[in-house]
């Protein structure tokens, strides 16, 4: 059976900085017709900076649509045709002013599925140089090092919903498996 969905129309309802919302008519599988709104949004990498003992850089950002503060490793938008290693490597000196001489790729998310095409590229960056920190314009957030096992551990304890963070768990503990 063919899955695929067709796509008959598209109007653009907003077009923002960093995502663009539109509503499609599509022919489903099954001949009728339907809507879809959805999110175009601009890749984005991650990067789960590891220290030569093994800590990881652990950034706490508060974050508006939850009003809270969330844990979460660094990461930011692709700048346009920016490749995805390279915004990592920008945003871990960026964020928390270091330079990593060494980067991995670990595996790619798709972090919502049913309503935007959002990608976060994530990345494993090790061999650390100190530099300095140079957050953009209205970026708050602090970091520190933790030990991997304490990252597991939140991560388990609830403690850890950043859904580029957990993955970047997984990706790392499923390579070293």
Known sequence: MDLKEKMISSKEIYRGHILDLFVDKVSLPNGKES???VIRHCKASAVLAMDEEGNIILEEQYRYPFDTILKEIPAGKCDKDEDPKDT??????EECGYRANKIEYLGVIYPTVAYTDEKIYIYLATELKKTHQHLDDGES?????????????LAKEGEIQDGKTLAAITFYLAKNY
């Open 141 to 153: 957030l602090t970091y520190k090092f933790i030990p991997f096992k304490e990252l597991v551990r």
């Open 88 to 93: 990592a490597l920008r945003e871990l000196e």
């Open 35 to 37: 809507t879809r709104e």
